[in-house]
């Protein structure tokens, strides 16, 4: 069963242009590790601290396997170490969703 996990992040809205950072590095690792990547979102109006961003997998043991991936990455590393060094995450939530097919 196909997987999507849809993970919000509650931003420093003071640091939003290092949060775009980050999640533009992402653009090249996820894939690379293994994630099929539908995108990252960033505030534009209305609320100013919540991003999300939304990958899918074949399966939860893909899902794994990426995370395994992503510990073995370089620049994967370096990208969380940015997000530690610079705290403009305050909170990340991931919810794991599956697509609802209409009946035939």
Not at 26 to 46: A, K, N, T, V
Not at 53 to 76: C, H, K, M, T
Request: with cysteine; net charge negative.
């Amino acid at each position: 069963m196909a997987v999507t996990v849809f993970i919000r992040y509650q931003i420093d809205p003071h640091q939003r242009e290092q949060f775009e950072q980050y999640a533009t590095r992402w653009l090249s690792i996820i894939p690379r590790c293994g994630g099929d990547l539908i995108g990252y979102f960033m505030p534009h109006e209305g609320t100013n601290n919540i991003a999300f961003g939304l990958v899918s997998f074949d399966s939860l043991a893909s899902y794994e396997r990426y995370r395994a991936s992503l510990r073995s990455d370089a620049e994967s590393r370096s990208n969380f170490a940015f997000a530690e060094e610079h705290k403009f995450i305050l909170a990340e939530e991931r919810t794991f969703l599956r697509q609802m097919v209409a009946p035939a």
